[in-house]
DNA sequence: CCGAGTTCCGGAACCGGTTCCACCCAAGCG
DNA sequence: CGCTTGGGTGGAACCGGTTCCGGAACTCGG
C-alpha cells in the first residue's frame, strides 16, 4: 500500500508539501501540485482516512441511530440519509436500535462514545438526558428526527397539525361517525407521534362538535341560513393499535365487523395501518370508498396502489435535511448560516385519492 | 478527553504496560492489570479506534454494499447483518447502492477503496471483475449474499430449486394452467435470481409433461392403473413484472382479466408480487384460494396476513450467517474451521397456508 | 536599494495507540 | 551454583497522515 511519503519520493517534494498538494490546505505552487496529483494517480495513492482522523479529529463519518431499517418510511429515510452522506464524501455507520435492549447502552456507551463519528443523526428515538450529555460532552453534534428528546438541533413534521388535517379533510366530507386508528400507546405518551395525531384527531372533532352546537357560527361553510339546525355531536372513537399492516387489519375487523355502530370513515394512524383496514373491509365486503372512506398519512409507495389518500410526508427529503443540518453544524457546508428553518415543522401536505368520498346520508 | 498515556501515569506503569492490561495482548501481572483497569475507568478513558487502527491495520469495521433498504427483504437482512456485527464489536458502515449509476464507481474507487473497512459484505449486487480485484488487492475479504459475481465466498439460496419446490406444490395439488410471474429481466439473465426461479418453474413444468405423457412411468402418482391415459400438457406461461406489491397487481389484472384462459394458480417470484396479485384477484372477484391459488416466497411478515403459502427464507438469518462467515476469514471468530458449509446453498422451506388449494376439476 | 509581506517548501513534532526489543528478576534444572 | 527459561515491564520505534515553524526566494512599495 502506497503511503504519502511515496508520493513525495516519486514527486520530488516532501511529505508536507505533499500533503497540501493533495488536501488543498496551504500554499503549493500549481506546478508542484501537478506533479504531485499525477505521482499519487500513478501509484494509486489513496489516503488514509485513519491516520487523517487521528491528527484532525474528523472522521468524515457520522452516525445514525434508527429503531427499525425494515420498514418503508425509516428505510426510505435511511436512503435519504445514505445519498446525502455520501455526496459529501462522509460515510454512513449504522446503529439499529430496536426498543430499549441493553443493546441500547452498548451503542451509546462504547460505539458512539467513540472518536469515530463526527456527528450522530438521532431517527424516532427518545434520548435520555444521560445520552445527550453524554454526546455533547464528547461535541459530536446531534440531530433528532422525530422522537421527543431535549437539548439538540430537532426536526419534525407537526403530529398533531397532520392529525387535524387528516380529521378535517373526512369532516368536510360530511362524516360524522370517524374512527381513529392511534399507534400503540397514544394514550399514554402525550407527546409521540402516535399521541399528537390522536391529538390532532380530537381536536378536528371538538371544534367540528362546537361548529355544529352554534349554528350562528357556520358561516365559513357558507351554509344557507335557513338550514341552520343544531346537529348532534361527531359520533368519534380512537382505537389503539399497532401502526403497521396486520394491525390496521386486526382493529379493522373489529371495528367495521358490526354493522350497527359502523364508522363512515376512518383516520389511520399511518398508511400501513390504512392498507389493513381496507383489505379489512374488502374482507367484509365493503367497498371503498362508497361504504367507507380511508384517509392514512406518509404517502408510501403503495397509497397509489391502494388508491389512498394520504398526508404525504416525504422521509428521504427529511433524511437529506437531517444531513444538511448536521453538516452545517459540523461546519462543513458551503452555506454558512448555521440553522436556517430551525424549529418550523417540516412539510407535509394532503394527497387526495380515491379511497375518501362525500359521505352518503 | 484522556488518552492512554493519562491511564498509565494514573496507574504508575508505562503506555506499553497500559497497552497490554486493557487490549489482553501479552504478559501482565493479574495486580498491575486491575490497577490499570481501574485508573482507566476512573478517567473514563475510551480507546481511539482511529489510533489502534492506524498501526494494527484492523477498524473492527465492515462494509455493506446493498441495492435497496427500503425494502422488507433487504431491510430484514440488513438488520440482521447489523445485529450479528454489534455483537462482535464491529461498527457497519452502510453503502446503498442503487442500480449501477455514477455512485457505484465512487462507492467502490473511493469509499471502499480506503483503509476503512476490514471486510464487505456484498448483498444482491453482481460485482464485476475489476471490482474484485480491487478489493482482493487490498486484502478485504468479500462475502456475497446473493448476486452472481465470482471469485469470493459466497452465500445463496438455491433459487431454481425453490422455482422447481414452488411449481411442485401446485402441480401436486393437480393445477394445470399455471402462470409465473417472474422479476423483470429474468428472461435476459438465466444467472439471476429471477432468472434461475424461472428456469425451475420451466423444469418443473417439464417433468410434469414427461409424467403425463407417459402414463406408464407414473408410479410415484399412485394413480389406479386402469386411469392411465394419455393427459395433456400443462399449461403454462410466464411473465415478467417487476417484483413488488403494484407488479404483481398489475400483472395479476391482465393476467386475469380474461375468463377464458384464466389460470389456476399463479407462482408469484415474491412475497410482495403475491400480495398484488391477490389484489388483483378479489379486485376482479376472484376468490383465492377458490378460484386462484398463489404461492410466493419469501415469507414476509405479511404473508401470514394475506395467508400466503410461500417458501420460506430467512433473511436475517442469511445476513448473520453472512457476518459470522466474513469475521472467520478474518479470522475473529472463535471457531477456527475456516468455512463450514461453504457452496451449500442457504435453507429454505415450504410453509403452506391458506392461498393454495387443490384444483377444482 | 532595502525592509516588509507573500508564496512556497522542508524539517520535525504530533495525534494515540501497538509492538519490537532489551532488560530485570525469579524459578527451574543439570 | 551457573545457566536457561520465561513472565513482567519500560523505552522507543512506528503506523500515515497534518500542521507548526522557520527559512529561502521573490515581489513590491517607498
Redesign the interface.
Known sequence: ?PAISDVARLAGVSKATASRALSGRGHVAEQTRLRVVQAASEIGY??????A??VTGR?K?VGVVIP?????F???M??GI??AL?GAGY??????LPEGGP?RA??FD??L????VDAVIVIAVDLTEGEVRGLER?EKPIVCVGGSGDATARLSIDDRAVGLLATEHLLHLGHTRIAHLAGAGAGLQPNSMAGLRAAGFRDAVAAADADRMDPAARVAGGAPRGSATELGPIDAIVIETEMG??GG?EAGLQLLGHPAHRPTAVFAATDETAF?VI?AA?RLGLSVPRDLSVIGVDDH??A??FDLTTIAQAPAEQGRLAVEVALRMLGDDARADPLPDSGAPLATRLVVRGSTARATA
Open positions: 500500500m489513496i489516503a488514509s482516512p485513519d491516520a482522523s487521528l472522521t463519518n427499525f431499517v425494515n420498514s418503508w425509516f428505510g426510505e435511511l436512503e445514505e445519498r455520501l460515510d454512513l455507520t449504522l446503529y439499529n443493546a452498548r451503542v462504547f460505539f462514545a467513540r472518536k469515530r464528547r399492516m396486520p387489519f389493513g383489505r374488502e409507495e403503495h397509489a396502489l
